[in-house]
Each structure stands twice: as C-alpha cells, then as structure tokens.
C-alpha cells in the first residue's frame, strides 16, 4: 500500500513510519505546515515528496491511503480532503473535536466506499487481546466493575500544545481518556451510558486539564471508574476488571509497547496469562491493509472512533458542569 503522511508528526516518526514499512508497505509522501520541515522530515525518512499543500498532495494517482497524525483540530478537513479525492483513512485519534465532525466523516468514507480507521493502537496489544478473550469467554462470571489507570508522566517532547493549547485540541481528555474508553468498550462490548467526573490542573496543564478521574455507568450496570494524568512521574499504568468468578490484573498494560503482565485471579488461584508480544501498531496497520484488500475490518473503525470520543466529551462536560451526563454517540 502507498501511504501519505499527513502531518509531520512525533508518533509517526516513532512508531508509524515503521508499521507501514514493516507491512510492506510505501511512504510516498508527507505533508507539513512548514516548508523546510517539509523538506526535512521527507528527507530525514526516506519519503519521495515533502508537501505543504494538501489538495496537491492527494491529487496523485500512486497514492492508496493516508494516515492523519496532525493536531486534533485538523482531523476532520484533513479527512474530508482525502475521502473526496477516494483515499482511504487512517486517523488518529480523537477523531475531530467534536462528535457531529466525527460522524459527517465516518459517513462520507462509508458513503465513498473507502476504508475509514481510527489508531486506537490499545486494543491492538496481545495484552488487551488476551484479557477481551478472558471477559468474552465467561471466565470471570458477570461483569460487576472495571478500573482503568493511566495516568503518566508526559515526556517533555510532547508537551507542546497538549499542555496548553485547547484550540489544538490539548488537555488529557482529548489526549489519554478517548484511549481509556475504547479500550473499556473493546473489553466489555458495551458502551457508557452516562458518567460523572471531576479534572484538575495540576501543575502541567496551562488553560487545559491535565488530571481527570471519572466513573461511568455501562449499559449492563457494571460501573468503570478512569484516571488519566500528565503529572504522575512514578504511577503504574493498568486495567482491573473484576466479574462474579474472577478478576483480571494487568498491570504495565496502558502503553505502546507489548509489554507488561496479565494475571487471572479466581477461586483456584492466581495465573499468569501468557500472551504474544507483537508490535501494537504494525498489528493494526496490517488489518487496515487487510480492510482495504476486502478481508475483515479495521482494529478500530470509524463507529470506534466516534464512540470513544463521544465518552470522552462526555467526561470533559461532566468535569465542566459538576453534573451526570449522559453520552451522545450522535445518533
Ligand atoms: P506532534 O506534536 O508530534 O505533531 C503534531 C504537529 O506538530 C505535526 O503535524 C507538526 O506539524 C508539528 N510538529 C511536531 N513536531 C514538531 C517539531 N519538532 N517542530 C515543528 N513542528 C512540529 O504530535 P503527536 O505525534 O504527539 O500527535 C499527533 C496526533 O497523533 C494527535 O492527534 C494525537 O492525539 C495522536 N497520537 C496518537 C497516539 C497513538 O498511540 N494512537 C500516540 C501519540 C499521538 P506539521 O505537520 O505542520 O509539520
């Protein structure tokens, strides 16, 4: 597959760039705001074309699909840009600012016949994988409640406009709860109905939050309780999920990286739960192709997308207003 950058950005150089190429995959050109980064960045990586206009960058006949790495608030006319001249779309996440823009291009890829994903890369990890196996096969009996931490330290080469810069789409909701919620929807199969939540500035935010706790309700009853932070130096990431018959711990689990431990607790005892340790993005990368060549879908498709942003608007306006408030998927 023949893939554009669009956006000159820290995780495709970190992570992307090597996804594609690990699929077989070509890089045929990358767009940036700025000429000389343009330039710079083509070249630092091996990539023919360095662009910084985007019309001119999708009018090539060579190119199959591109992947959406800008800030937040570019998503959607990136996106609609690509669907309209019939590439097909990897775009990270959040998805748009809000889940309207969302929804229009989620359907105008539908519409367009194209492959439309979101890089939800959690649920791409053997971790994630082995415990939705363990929910999903009735191991630990019904589902009563969910913890999911994940609050970081953000290292100081991403804290840029993350840290203060809300019309860019900064702040922690935007940046680690949208993750949280698709992995929570990924393991239980269901969607939140309604959450209340509480956010905090505490130390790195600057006009964004930079800490949130939130408790969902799901649709089944089982509660979720979230915690996601910029400001935690020392904290362990990681997920429990606690049913009638068992618990799952995975600790070390909320990472790009396919590390971490899975351990299965029930009336037997405590087990360690293997599983395969394969790069998180080349694994969703490979689906993508697979989409587009008409074999299964995408890890995270567009309605994955929509859903875990909806949740997490849902947390920032519960935050906001001190009130429950109910998700809106947006139809
Ligand atoms: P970056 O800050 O690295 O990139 C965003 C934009 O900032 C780029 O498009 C680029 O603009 C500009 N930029 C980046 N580095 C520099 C630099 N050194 N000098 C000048 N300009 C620079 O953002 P991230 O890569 O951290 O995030 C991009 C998107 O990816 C976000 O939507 C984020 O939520 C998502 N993301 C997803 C992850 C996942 O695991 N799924 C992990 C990390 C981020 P230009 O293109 O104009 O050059």
Redesign the pocket.
């Known amino acids: 597959m023949r893939w554009g950058l669009v956006?000159?950005?820290?995780?495709?150089a970190a992570?992307m760039i090597g996804a594609f190429r690990a699929n077989g995959g070509t890089i045929r050109s990358v767009?940036?705001?700025?000429p000389d980064?343009?330039k710079s960045?083509a070249a630092e990586h091996q990539i023919e074309f360095g662009h910084t206009d985007l019309d001119k960058m999708l009018d090539d006949d060579d190119l199959d699909a591109v992947y959406i790495?800008?800030?937040?608030d570019k998503?959607f006319a990136q996106a609609m840009a690509a669907i309209a001249a019939g590439k097909h779309v990897l775009c990270?996440?959040?998805l748009a600012m809000d889940v309207t823009d969302a929804v229009t291009m989620v359907r105008a890829a539908a519409d367009a016949g194209l492959v439309f994903a979101t890089?939800?890369?959690l649920r791409n990890a053997g971790s994630h994988l082995a415990i939705r196996d363990l929910v999903q096969s009735g191991r630990l009996g019904d589902i009563l409640s969910l913890r999911i931490f994940h609050a970081v330290h953000l290292p100081p080469h991403?804290q840029?406009?993350?840290i203060d810069n809300p019309a860019a789409?900064g702040g922690v909701i935007?940046?680690i709860t949208v993750?949280d919620a698709d992995t929570v929807r990924f393991h239980l199969g269901e969607d939140p109905v309604s959450v209340v939540a509480m956010s905090t500035g505490s130390g790195m935010g600057q006009g964004v939050e930079d800490s949130v706790m939130s408790v969902w309700e799901m649709r089944s009853g089982a509660q979720v309780m979230a915690h996601e932070s910029f400001t935690h130096r020392h904290a362990a990431t990681g997920v429990e999920i606690h049913g009638t018959k068992g618990s799952i711990h995975a600790r070390g689990v909320m990472t790009?990286n396919p590390v971490g431990e899975v351990t299965l607790v029930t009336e037997a005892g405590a087990e360690t739960v293997p599983f395969d340790q394969h790069d998180l993005y080349a694994r969703a990368v490979g689906l993508f192709i697979d989409a587009v060549a008409g074999k299964g879908a995408p890890a995270a498709d567009g309605r994955d997308g929509i859903a875990s942003l909806a949740v997490a608007k849902a947390v920032a306006a519960a935050a906001e207003s001190g009130r429950r408030t109910d998700v809106d998927y947006g139809g």
């Open positions: 956006g000159a950005s820290n995780i495709a992570h767009l940036s705001g700025d980064r343009a960045y790495s800008t800030t937040n998503h990270e996440k959040p890089n939800h890369h991403l840029g406009w993350r789409g935007p940046d993750h790009q």
